[in-house]
């Protein structure tokens, strides 16, 4: 065992990419370079852009180095021609992926050629000539235990005739009141066992699939809604009244062409709060709309996608029926669902302990995301996200809420916010949503809010003022114990987002000053800067208090504060007012922290190159092995944070507010999706750590 793993079934529609992602995520979590590896696909793959559909989305996946040519095996003509010759292609080029990577994940075939009771013999052959144990993956839809259990028997049996090993069983689409029996029964085959829930998701088309077998037509909409799932089909033959009562979620209308006030009317639907959100319109007949009702959709802006097709309903609707959803690089909800339900149902620690998966020493920027979502995932905090309406926030909460990350209340308008999340394909139904203008608890956090700031002459009107705005009323959640935390500033100043914190929130004891850090994640380590983001120019004291809650910081995301106050010299070889306002910083912080190591002033290559700090400082315990890094001032470290990270195309998670009795983030006005998960996932550790304190 060691460094490989090979993901096999007895047939087909297990839903074995589902458990290979899982896999795939939890070795991303332990090793820096992982490869994939698919030892036959199939020839003809036309349909499909030529590629593997599972072997695209798995080398899509930030930990694999490798590309998607490097990972085919051999094709299934070429098995059929000359088995022997074939394993031996494949055992090749197996070995040309692992010779460049830290570990294996083998994706065994899919049945979808020629299915024969041999492939599965021929899967546990390959197996064993890679040296890769097995983790079978078992269809349990609508299957007993006791099915499972038969199944399994007969596939271990082939195994040992090929001279493979088992390692693990995971029965996927297990019928939820079937989960606990369905992994007795698998324990008693002595390997680690688990099953996963059926999810319709997962096995639900998108609209982009139906296309293909109507030879369909994107006649309006957004193509990047072709991406969102398809619950089921309704046929639009009847009024109007009958068609809106039949709508339900998810679903793909299909009504012919020249029926304009059936296309009208569930677009209306679709946009209203009190129906529910479809995935499509499918015309059929190959009717043209009116060029007035054309017009009057392009007029409104409708992103939901109106597909157009020359087959009658009849046809159409067969044809549609028959496709079968599948998990790819290009359904990002399919993606977040099927890694939510693989963290929750399988123990991924103990299946790589089992597989004696060495962790690797390096800490890379996926790696240091894994680490803060697991955290966050682990004890789940509420975060309220005032930008409600901002489309980047609207796609991270979907992300958010379906891997478990958090829960969330979302401010701002909620007929805007439904318009928004509809228009972008998104689901936010699980999220709080509450309008700060007309909510009962905008007069409760009005009385706090001039109860706290009386003493600086705010009256209570001016207070029901205040609170209506987002980032007021967001602070007074987590003042008040409604919400954990409050994540903001994608379209708002970061003074906008810090204000009410600075006045309502206020400082832990001893912390003179808020401030911030950015984890700079660089390619084989994680360093800490701060501050980046808040104070222009600190004293002395105020650059202690940094150091002091930096080292902090750094201590409880996994860093070991080794803390560098930065100047333009190193030790007593310069003077000046810059230097000398270090050197005081330095003093404070070794008297107010004995215990923390630290080192100023110094110069940074000093600090990060050891051979720099053997010639400048040699026997310091910081200098060439520091990891957290205070700047003197604002415009050195906002420069050479963003100079890192554009040169050394480091990952920047920040800034990361502290000081706060309660954590408040401020998000870059840049920030993409990716950035506000992970300062969702950070907000939520933080809180996390202020309620064990």
Do not use: W
């Not at 000539?129 to 097995?134: H, M, T």
């Not at 030790?571 to 923390?596: F, M, N, Y």
Request: aromatic share 4%; charged share 20%; glycine share 8%.
């Amino acid at each position: 065992m060691g460094n490989s793993v090979y993901v096999a079934s007895v047939e087909g529609y297990t839903g074995k990419s589902t458990v290979a992602l899982g896999l795939l995520q939890q070795l991303s979590r332990r090793v820096e370079r992982v490869g994939v590896f698919r030892p036959i696909v199939r020839a003809d793959l036309a349909g499909h852009g030529g590629r593997d559909y599972v072997l695209d989305l798995l080398t899509a996946h930030d930990a694999v180095p490798l590309a998607y040519d490097d990972c085919v095996g051999v094709s299934y003509d070429q098995v059929h021609a000359d088995p022997e010759a074939a394993l031996d292609e494949i055992v090749r080029r197996y070995h040309a992926v692992a010779d460049r990577v830290d570990a294996v994940l083998v994706v065994g075939s899919d049945y979808t050629d020629i299915g024969t009771p041999t492939e599965f013999s021929y899967n546990a052959k390959i197996a064993a000539n890679l040296g890769a144990p097995v983790l079978l993956v078992l269809n349990g839809f609508a299957r007993t235990p006791q099915d499972l259990r038969a199944i399994t028997d007969m596939a271990v049996a082939e195994l040992q005739a090929n001279h493979g090993s088992l390692f693990a069983v995971i029965a996927n689409r297990v019928g939820k009141d079937e989960l606990e029996s369905a992994v007795a029964a698998l324990k008693s085959v002595d390997v680690p066992a688990f099953a996963l829930p059926e999810e319709p998701l997962l096995s639900q088309p998108s609209v982009a699939d139906l296309l293909g077998p109507i030879d369909g037509r994107l006649l309006s909409g957004d193509p990047q809604l072709l991406s969102r799932e398809v619950t089921g089909l309704m046929v639009a033959a009847m009024t109007i009244p009958n068609v809106l009562d039949r709508l339900f979620e998810g679903a793909a209308v299909v009504t012919a062409g020249d029926r304009p006030e059936v296309v009208l009317g569930v677009l209306m639907a679709h946009a209203s709060r009190t129906f529910p959100q479809i995935s499509a319109i499918v015309l059929n007949g190959g009717f043209t709309l009116p060029a007035q009702v054309q017009r009057l959709i392009e007029g409104l802006g409708v992103t939901l996608p109106v597909v157009e097709t020359d087959l009658g309903t009849q046809a159409t609707s067969a044809a549609l029926t028959a496709v079968r959803g599948r998990l790819t690089k290009e359904s990002p909800r399919k993606v977040d669902t099927a890694l939510a339900l693989f963290d929750r149902y399988v123990d991924g620690r103990a299946l790589l302990d089992q597989l004696a998966v060495a962790r690797s020493t390096a800490v890379t920027p996926l790696m240091f995301e894994h680490q803060l979502l697991d955290r966050a995932v682990a004890d789940r905090k509420h975060i309220v996200l005032p930008e409600g309406e901002e489309e980047r926030i609207l796609r991270a909460a979907d992300m958010l809420l379906r891997r478990g990350v958090a829960e969330l209340t979302l401010l701002g308008d909620p007929i805007a916010i439904s318009a928004k999340a509809a228009a972008i394909g998104v689901d936010v139904a699980a999220a709080r949503i509450i309008n700060p203008d007309d909510d009962e608890l905008a007069e409760r956090f009005a009385a706090e809010y001039h109860r706290l700031r009386q003493h600086r002459g705010v009256d209570l009107d001016r207070a029901r003022e205040l609170v209506k705005d987002v980032s007021y009323f967001g602070t007074m959640m987590v003042q008040l114990g409604l919400a954990d935390g409050m994540v903001s500033g994608a379209v708002h100043t970061t003074a906008h987002t810090i204000r009410p914190a600075l006045e309502v929130v206020k400082t832990v004891p001893d912390v003179s000053v808020v401030s911030s850090v950015f984890f700079m994640c660089l390619q084989h380590q994680v360093l800490v800067y701060g501050d980046c983001a808040v104070n222009p120019d600190p004293t002395a004291e105020q650059l202690a208090d940094i150091a002091i809650s930096s080292a902090a910081t750094a201590l409880a995301f996994g860093v070991e504060p080794r803390v560098a106050m930065l100047s333009y010299s190193t030790g007593s070889s310069g003077t000046g007012t810059d230097v000398q306002k270090v050197s005081e910083a330095t003093a404070i912080v070794r008297e107010r922290a004995p215990q923390l190591l630290v080192e100023g002033p110094i110069q940074y290559d000093a600090a990060i190159d050891s051979a720099v700090a053997r010639t400048k400082l040699p026997g310091s315990p910081v200098a060439g092995r520091a990891t957290v890094f205070i700047f003197p001032d604002l415009n050195t470290g906002n420069n050479t944070y963003k100079a890192v990270q554009r040169s050394a195309n480091a990952v920047a998670v920040g800034p990361v507010l502290q000081g706060l009795r309660k954590p408040v983030n401020d998000l870059s006005r840049g920030a993409t999706v990716r950035d506000i998960v992970n300062t969702v996932a950070i907000t939520a550790i933080q809180a996390q750590q202020g309620e064990r304190r």
